[in-house]
């Protein structure tokens, strides 16, 4: 079994890479994807611990950007080696605007009444602050009783306090990442596709055409038929299929890190795309 989507604590996961890796380890994964938001850090302190254990661990991260005025996120699988330098600059410039957007944050809340700055939630995030340590400081302060409620009145795209990132265009996103080495595939793309009520099979083939290689077929929110439609769609067009559980741990998580029971078939064909586009580009 794999599991191609999970979150350490260098973005807004719980647990410390090495930690990921054990329990994929123990839970019976056969290769596991760190896909951190903005970094590859948490990858970088595993690679070492996973070699030692013998343990197929693969290099990834998450971005957000927009397609058609809308958020989505994009995956970036690098299955051969991890990104160089360049692409990493990139990421360092994305979390600076993490950092500013977290500024804005902070302010936000103090005008909703709220005694929150950003140095507080900085101290709670190992690696990099994004909203799920803005809402632990909501809960540890007592302004909300559950990390939940504090997305729900504070936090989420459409509560009080929400502050836009500015985040990088969709053709930037997929070309730094194809650039790097790296397989693209959209993040969870079920979510995007019940708010907007338009043909699936077109929303994919223009993605395809703007350069992305392959779509999160698989996640703890699609439901099984919609998985299966996303799937044969994305292999009409040519494209791959990824899949996870997209696990943070703690309360964000709404399932278990390899809980999707995905098989092994499902990296070596993301392997071998990686390879067909590889000799593409060469």
Known sequence: ????????????????????????????????????????????LAADHARQLNFDLICGVELNTKFRDHPIHILGYFLEKPPGETFRSHL???QQ????????LAGRLRRLGLSVTAEEAEKLGRGQTGRPHFAQLLVRKGYVGTIREAFDRYLDESAAAFVERKDPSLENVLSWIHEAGGVSSW????RFLRDAG????????????????????YHTDHFPEEAETFRKLA??????VTGGSDFHGGERS?????????????????????????????
């Open 1 to 44: 079994m794999v599991d191609l989507h999970a979150h350490t604590d260098l973005s807004d996961g719980v647990l410390s890479p090495d930690h990921l890796v054990d329990l994929a380890r123990l839970g019976g994964l056969q290769a596991l994807a760190i896909t951190d938001h903005d970094t590859v850090e948490g990858y970088d």
């Open 92 to 94: 360092t410039c994305l």
């Open 97 to 104: 605007a993490r950092r500013e957007r977290n500024i804005r």
């Open 187 to 190: 993040a969870h793309p079920g």
């Open 198 to 217: 338009l043909n699936v099979g077109q929303l994919f083939a223009e993605l395809g055409a703007k350069g992305l290689r392959a779509i999160e077929v």
């Open 235 to 240: 292999q009409g067009l040519g494209l791959g």
């Open 254 to 282: 709404r399932a278990q890190l390899g809980s999707l029971k995905l098989p092994l078939s499902l990296l070596e064909d993301l392997r071998a795309l990686s390879r067909r586009a590889a000799g593409g580009n060469a």
